[in-house]
């Protein structure tokens, strides 16, 4: 069973800068291909960014097109953490972030992912 934490939501102003982190416990994190998805209220869960294992050392990253060259995700396996640095920030960003772990190796769908943590807030002003 995996355990998942977030931190590092706040209140900010437009384009200003956050960075969350999600620490892991439990599982062997190193293959774990994870995730942040948002949710704002009314809406539904969508993805962010996605950090997967490709072989040997090697991790490749990938966005949705709403956060590409503002927001970079990035792990430490020594530390089990992923983290999502969010620059830029626009209002629309506004949301519940929450990360998640996958046992598969190249999740696609939200339900590939198997856990989850309960989110950090992160509200943006104008």
């Known amino acids: 069973q995996v355990q998942l934490v977030e931190s590092g939501g706040g209140l900010v102003q437009a384009g200003g800068s956050l960075r969350l982190s999600c620490a892991a416990s439990?599982?062997?994190?190193?293959?774990?291909?994870m995730g942040w998805f948002r949710q704002a209220p009314g809406k539904e869960r969508e993805f962010v960014a996605r950090i997967r294992w490709i072989g040997g050392s090697t991790y490749y990253a990938d966005y949705a097109d709403s956060v590409k060259g503002r927001f970079t995700i990035s792990r430490d396996n020594a530390k089990s953490t992923v983290y999502l640095q969010m620059n830029s920030l626009k209002p629309e960003d506004t949301a519940n972030y929450l990360c998640a772990a996958s046992t598969r190796n190249r999740p696609e769908a939200i339900y590939e992912y198997n856990y989850w943590g309960q989110g950090t807030q992160v509200t943006v002003s104008s």
């Open positions: 439990g599982g062997t994190f190193s293959r774990y291909a």
